[in-house]
């Protein structure tokens, strides 16, 4: 490939997306690759950077892009994020680089001002930290949901992912619910939780042998196909507690501990 | 000399019931374990069940205390059922890894009585 004429550098930096000028030693706009925002070319070309009308309405945007022309001019490269204002007011954010323009000898002859809008970015930032929030909210709704379903057996269903965090509520909220409701059976069902490593069947491990110490059992059941491969495979010592099929098996299990029975009411006549 | 502190052991059903309500140290378990063994005998209890709820604190020695007491009772026939673990007690106990080896626990008085009959009953 040849060398590129003068026109060509133009075209190129015309079809930028992001905003490049050219600043004289003072910081005063020479050159624009074009002008944005509502304004036009007239409006930013002669004048300082920091007090053209991008910048010229916050003291601080200002301030800002000032210091980091004055550091380009010093030979330092910066980054950083400024506030700059469209014609009609509009603030939005952009990323402001300033890095010094040197000439063949390596002599600092001005500084190049780059601005790339990073509206969007701000908004999915907002929007991200708006649903982190909102997620680490219902999580803490759901984390621990102990319920009694008959007297003396308490259902504790594991939804989602299970860390050492939840795995010590769970646990806390799980012994004091057994010696406030008095229940003697637990049935933990797993159907919700993908996957269980080494450190979630601990957590569980101890949540059992916990409330085994209070006197009352505890039932697993739902292990998934995949669960229990990998239960098998960790070499995993499930032997302490009573695992069943699924939740219905777990209640039926814990009655008849209880010594119900539990029968149609009709299946004596069709016997 | 016997010291003045002692754990009082009833009598519930066949069963006999102590329940620790004052922190226990060398002398006085050695104490509290003899009176038991004894008790037993001279009972022909065939259960023995050891309230805990009064105690805030359940260190090593207190375990190996009751693990010991459960040996014996069992070296005479008996079975030894622990009733009153508090949930903080227990999630400590599970954190250090201490086993209650051999030793049945239940919810309460009344269902460690229960235990205690099902063991009968085998």
Not at chain 1, 29 to 35: G, K, S, T, Y
Not at chain 1, 143 to 162: H, K, M, N, R
Not at chain 2, 32 to 43: G, P, R, Y
Request: a negative charge.
């Amino acid at each position: 490939m040849g060398a590129i004429n003068a026109d060509e550098y133009l075209h190129l930096l015309r079809s930028m997306r992001n905003f490049v000028a050219m600043l004289d030693t003072d910081g005063r706009v020479e050159f624009m690759n074009r002008a944005s925002s509502g304004y036009a070319e007239e409006d930013i070309k002669g004048e300082f950077l920091w007090e053209s009308p991008w910048f010229n309405r916050s003291e601080e945007s200002k301030e800002e892009v000032k210091e980091a022309i004055e550091k380009a001019l010093r030979g330092e490269r910066t980054e950083s994020e400024v506030t700059a204002f469209k014609k009609d007011g509009t603030p939005f954010p952009i990323i402001f680089n300033a890095s010094p323009l040197r000439d063949d000898e390596g002599n600092i002859i001005g500084v190049v001002a780059e601005g790339k809008s990073i509206t969007e970015r701000k908004e999915l930032e907002e929007r991200l930290k708006e649903t982190v929030e909102k997620l680490k909210a219902s999580q803490e709704e759901l984390s621990t949901p102990v319920t009694q379903i008959w007297e003396g057996i308490l259902a504790l269903p594991l939804i989602g992912v299970v860390d050492s965090y939840r795995a010590q509520r769970v646990m806390e909220t799980l012994l004091n619910k057994i010696v406030e409701t008095q229940s003697e059976l637990v049935i933990i069902d797993v159907t919700g939780v993908a996957s269980i490593d080494t450190e979630v069947a601990g957590h569980i491990m101890k949540t059992v042998q916990a409330a085994n110490l209070l006197g009352a059992r505890c039932v697993l059941t739902g292990i998934r196909p995949e669960v229990a491969q990998t239960m098998i495979h960790l070499g995993l010592d499930f032997e302490r507690f009573a695992t069943k099929r699924d939740m219905q098996e777990g209640l039926k299990f814990g009655l008849e501990q209880m010594g119900y029975e539990i029968r149609r009411k009709d299946s004596d006549t069709q016997d | 000399m016997k010291s003045e502190e002692k754990i009082p052991i009833l009598r519930i059903e066949d069963a006999l019931l102590a329940s620790i309500q004052i922190p226990l140290h060398d002398k006085l378990a050695l104490e509290f374990q003899h009176d038991l063994m004894v008790s037993i005998e001279k009972t022909r209890a065939k259960g023995l069940i050891i309230d805990i709820s009064a105690i805030d604190v359940v260190d090593s020695f207190i375990t190996r205390i009751l693990v010991e007491i459960a040996g014996m009772a069992s070296l005479m026939g008996v079975k030894t059922v622990i009733v009153g673990l508090r949930p903080e007690i227990s999630i400590t106990l599970v954190e250090f890894g201490v086993q209650f080896d051999g030793i049945e626990t239940a919810l309460n008085l009344e269902k460690g009585l229960e235990k205690l009959r099902v063991w009968k009953s085998k």
